[in-house]
């Protein structure tokens, strides 16, 4: 298995551009996760879906943040206007279903908004 | 408001020694408690889970504790090594949602060899 797939690895844009992550789950898996991670805050949950349904939004910091998973193999994160105070690494990750709590994580976006 | 707390300052060690990283949490029952490792540049990986009703739980050289009366975790690495040095979060589950983790912000381990 590929793991989950997160797309592009490093994004470097200018304030006020709108920037569009994304990513891609593990096959079978039924929930998916998307998180922030700095050096202060640590990993912070933004939102997560069930079977591509947004279950818990109360994470995402304001308007310019939203998400969407219309199918079971994808979904993005959409930041605009993007901000210097939105640079983080931004991490996807996927579980499987039934009792397992685990979470698979993928590699991160690496995001830098000058 | 949940809390969960970590050993905020790195945690050096001699290779060969036991490692033990601590999470404690505030203001809830979390029902199950995970732990995983970070390695820099990289997603965190699943370690081990432990719930409510389990005192400690093992897997190779790694050993969790969970003390609900406390409300603390131990996570134990015995007989350490240098490929052992990464950044170990704890994430309880939050309360009244078995998905949603809430993460704490990690303990540097180094291992000295």
């Known amino acids: 298995d590929a793991g989950v797939i997160q797309s592009p690895r490093h994004e470097v844009t200018e304030m006020g551009q709108e920037v569009t992550l994304r990513c891609k789950p593990i096959?079978?898996?039924?929930?998916l996760f998307w998180y922030r991670q700095t050096m202060m805050r640590g990993l912070e949950l933004l939102i997560y879906?069930?079977?591509?349904?947004?279950?818990?939004d109360s994470g995402m910091p304001e308007d310019r943040f939203s998400a969407k998973m219309p199918n079971a193999s994808f979904s993005t994160l959409k930041i605009q206007p993007s901000e210097p105070r939105d640079s983080a690494v931004y991490f996807c990750?996927?579980?499987?279903?039934?009792?397992?709590?685990?979470?698979?994580f993928g590699p991160g976006t690496r995001l830098l908004v000058l | 408001s949940q809390k969960i707390e970590q050993n905020s300052e790195a945690l050096n060690i001699q290779e060969g020694k036991t490692a033990t990283l601590t999470c404690n949490y505030t203001?809830?029952?979390?029902?199950?408690l995970q732990w995983y490792r970070q390695d820099p540049g990289r997603g965190p990986v699943f370690l081990l889970l432990?719930?409510?009703n389990e005192k400690e739980k093992r897997k190779e050289r790694l050993k969790v504790t969970f003390d609900t009366t406390l409300k603390q975790s131990l996570f134990h690495i015995t007989a350490s090594q240098p490929a052992d040095s990464a950044t170990y979060l704890c994430a309880p589950a939050g309360a009244g949602n078995n998905r949603k983790l809430i993460w704490g912000l990690g303990t540097s381990l180094a291992v000295n060899p």
């Open positions: 990750a996927s579980s499987i279903p039934g009792t397992q709590e685990t979470q698979y």
């Open positions: 096959s079978g898996h039924d929930y």
């Open positions: 203001n809830y029952s979390p029902a199950y």
């Open positions: 432990i719930r409510e």
């Open positions: 879906f069930n079977n591509n349904v947004p279950i818990d």
